[in-house]
Nanobody, 122 residues
Framework: QVQLVQSGGGLVQPGGSLTLSCVAS????????MGWYREVPGKPREAVATLLTSDPITTYADSVKGRFTISRDTPKETIYLQMNDLKPEDTALYFC???????????????WGQGTQVTVSS
């Protein structure tokens, strides 16, 4: 299986910056994509940033373009979400995700981190 452990997050003032990290471990054979999603109570989970490993191609939600950056440190098997110029509407529970294949699950499967709260408030 794949385990994703997140860190970072917290309380920040509007205009501030935060970096989220997500470390992957387990019997990973193929990673198809990695990404960050966020969730606000009463709303569906939203894709914030995704990275395809095949090209690689990054995509961002319109609301975060130019402010958020997804990146990957392959040797550390870690992905990051650098968030700049944070706004109150960025307040959410953030999740990292890997779409990966393992020996036990030899097909693409979505694995999720435990979630990290980001609160933007003065």
């Amino acid at each position: 299986q794949v385990q994703l452990v997140q860190s970072g997050g917290g309380l920040v003032q509007p205009g501030g910056s935060l970096t989220l990290s997500c470390v992957a471990s387990g019997d990973i054979r193929t990673i198809y994509s990695m990404g960050w999603y966020r969730e606000v109570p009463g709303k569906p989970r939203e894709a914030v940033a995704t990275l395809l490993t095949s090209d690689p191609i990054t995509t961002y939600a319109d609301s975060v373009k130019g402010r958020f950056t997804i990146s990957r440190d392959t040797p550390k098997e870690t992905i990051y979400l650098q968030m700049n110029d944070l706004k109150p509407e960025d307040t959410a529970l953030y999740f990292c995700t890997y779409r990966a294949r393992t020996e036990q699950r030899p097909f693409p499967y979505d694995y999720w981190g435990q979630g990290t709260q980001v609160t933007v408030s003065s």
